[in-house]
């Protein structure tokens, strides 16, 4: 077995069953006796908070502003000194991110320019590329049900149509990107544990 972690990121729009599936890759991956962390962005630190608050609407800020936020939050992610992925993943511990930089190139990108967040994200995409990026793919409409029995708070982000149109730059993103990224689109449609299997039997050659 190899001593670096790996590094395996979910990209969807909310409620496509992201976290659900996170945890189910983690118990896999514990059962081949390596260790394992989930994770997520915005994440709970000093910046990632601030994105949250610009999120749910109680802090105010421009597109552009609210994108290096991000971005800034990711780099602190990586490279904090407590518990920084880049850290965790040299220690040999397998990293899970519920989200990463294809998530601010999909949100984001339907209202900013593609070149100036390649660019905020560039640092972040030469520190740490994951081996893959796991791509649950639901219809929006499925989702915006998903979540009004699941949750009580309705984010910047979630409309019908606005996460149409997120869906779609992802699926366009991937196409860009499908000849330097590991990327899964995964049938998100189908039973937790049938998806789980799926996303296993693709991953699983890494700890072989
Ligand atoms: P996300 O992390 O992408 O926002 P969650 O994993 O929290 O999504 O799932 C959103 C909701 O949908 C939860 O109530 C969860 O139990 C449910 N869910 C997740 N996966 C499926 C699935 N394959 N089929 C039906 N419901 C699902």
Same mark, same amino acid.
């Given at each position: 077995m190899e001593n670096t972690g790996h590094f395996f990121v979910f990209e969807g729009i909310d409620g496509s069953g992201k976290s659900t599936q996170i945890h189910l890759l983690k118990e896999h991956i514990e059962a081949q006796g390596v260790r394992c962390m989930?994770?997520?962005?915005?994440?709970?630190?000093?910046?990632?908070?601030?994105?949250?608050?610009?999120? *749910?609407?109680?802090?105010? =800020?421009?597109?552009? *502003?609210?994108? *290096?936020?991000? =971005? =800034?939050?990711?780099?602190?992610?990586?490279?904090?000194?407590?518990d920084g992925l880049c850290g965790k993943i040299s220690q040999g511990i397998s990293v899970i991110s519920d989200r990463f930089v294809f998530s601010n190139y999909a949100y984001q990108g339907v209202l900013l320019p593609m070149d100036w967040l390649a660019q905020l994200n560039s640092q972040a995409t030469k520190l740490l590329r994951p081996d893959y990026h796991i791509f649950v793919d639901v219809a929006p409409e499925v989702c915006m049900e998903r979540m009004a029995?699941?949750?009580?708070?309705?984010?910047?982000?979630?409309? *019908?149509?606005?996460?149409?149109?997120?869906r779609e730059r992802y699926l366009e993103l991937f196409r860009q990107f499908e000849d330097e990224e590991n990327i899964l689109i995964i049938d998100g449609n189908r039973p937790v544990e049938v998806i789980a299997e799926d996303i296993w039997n693709q991953v699983s050659h890494l700890y072989e």
């Open positions: 989930e994770t997520k962005e915005p994440t709970d630190g000093p910046v990632g908070s601030l994105v949250h608050q610009c999120m *749910t609407g109680r802090t105010s =800020a421009d597109e552009f *502003t609210i994108a *290096t936020l991000f =971005a =800034a939050d990711r780099l602190d992610h990586l490279l904090n000194e407590t029995t699941g949750r009580f708070h309705t984010e910047r982000y979630e409309t *019908t149509e606005r996460l149409t149109q997120v």
